[in-house]
């Protein structure tokens, strides 16, 4: 992949998202890990070239008022899921790439993965 956007809140396996970027990759973290650092694998980063960026979409005060006001008026996402398997990735990437999908498409990491 080329890039990576992680919206999970908590710790990940990230030497599993790293090894799935292609050289020059970019893996962008959008949400916040129990942790207050990551442990990125150095040698793939190094070797791939590979970016780890992130960013807050904004303060909490404005996410609880955002989220208030989608409760409020039942406003709900639009995802389509598939499971985080090359059959999952390539269905997704399908849809993404032909511009079929509907807003959000969302890969799950399976349940059985020890994070």
Known sequence: MDYILNTHVGDLPWDIF???LMTNGTLI??????????????MPALFNQLKVV??????RHVVNKMFEF??????????????MTVKGCREGFKRV?????????????????AL
């Open 18 to 20: 790293v090894n799935l």
């Open 70 to 83: 989608a409760a409020r008026h039942n406003i709900k996402p639009e995802v389509e899921e598939y499971d």
């Open 54 to 59: 992130g960013s807050l979409v904004a303060s």
């Open 29 to 42: 973290n959008l949400g916040i890990a129990a942790k207050p650092s990551m442990e990125i694998p150095y």
């Open 97 to 113: 790439t032909e511009q079929q999908a509907r807003y959000r498409v969302v890969l799950n990491v399976p349940r059985n993965l």
